[in-house]
């Protein structure tokens, strides 16, 4: 099987039975996107999702965030991993989204990623989720199944390269959807140590490139 043929029918499988799929991060704005999306770097969105609630009711805007010290942040997400960093970075975020950018979320990439803590991946959520981009979030789940179901070659040892193939690879109507395909699939099936083989409905035609898939 070609990698061109491989790609056909994965994405066949995915339009089938998951048309609609989507973050399993709850949010009500494109300030509590970016911030759980920030907070979920290495962490379960199912953390997230129980800490978030009471963060956006005590901080629903960038310029309410940004009126306090981290360590009242620290409080609401002490239950995350590093929070005493993640609960910097929102704080910091927030007061330069209310200085530089009016409150505003940029659309811009190169804007997102001027804002502390936020990196290409979370810029590229945001691009894809809020503002419906074609854009490509590579995490550990995105790169690991990549690699394992041989839609990218070996030397795509960097976040950015198994981005530029996806993007090179996949008809740009499906990028979006895409990202949360390949992403549930690492998270739910295709896992870290221990794949469900026997769940995975790609088990027929996977190279099984389980050597090196996993983003160190």
């Known amino acids: 099987m070609t990698r061109k043929e491989r790609y056909q029918y994965i994405l066949n499988y995915f339009h089938k039975n998951a048309p609609l799929v989507g973050t399993e991060l709850h949010f009500g704005s494109a300030f509590q996107l970016l911030c759980a999306t920030l907070l979920s770097a290495q962490c379960t ?36 991993s590093y929070p005493n960093a993640k609960s910097r970075h ?18 811009d990439p190169k804007d997102l990623v001027k804002l502390p803590g936020v990196g290409r991946k979370t810029a590229n959520v945001l691009q894809a989720v809020w503002f419906g981009k074609a854009t490509m979030a590579v995490d550990t789940h995105v790169y690991r ?10 030397t795509a040892n960097t976040p950015l390269k198994v981005e530029e193939c996806l993007i090179r690879d996949i008809p740009e109507e499906d990028i979006p ?8 699939h690492g998270r739910y099936i295709c896992q870290s140590a221990r794949p469900k083989c026997e769940q995975c409905p790609f088990d ?13």
């Open 45 to 80: 969105d199912k953390r997230i999702n129980e800490v978030t609630p009471a963060l956006f009711k005590r901080f629903p805007t960038p310029e309410e965030m940004a009126k306090v010290e981290p360590e009242e942040v620290f409080e609401y997400v002490r239950s995350v």
């Open 90 to 107: 929102l704080v910091e975020m927030s007061r330069m989204l209310v200085e530089d950018f009016h409150g505003v979320v940029p659309d």
């Open 145 to 154: 199944v990549s690699h394992r179901l041989g839609l990218v070659p070996k």
């Open 177 to 184: 959807n895409a990202h949360h395909w390949l992403l549930l």
């Open 204 to 216: 027929t035609i996977c190279p099984k490139l389980l050597e090196g898939s996993k983003l160190e």
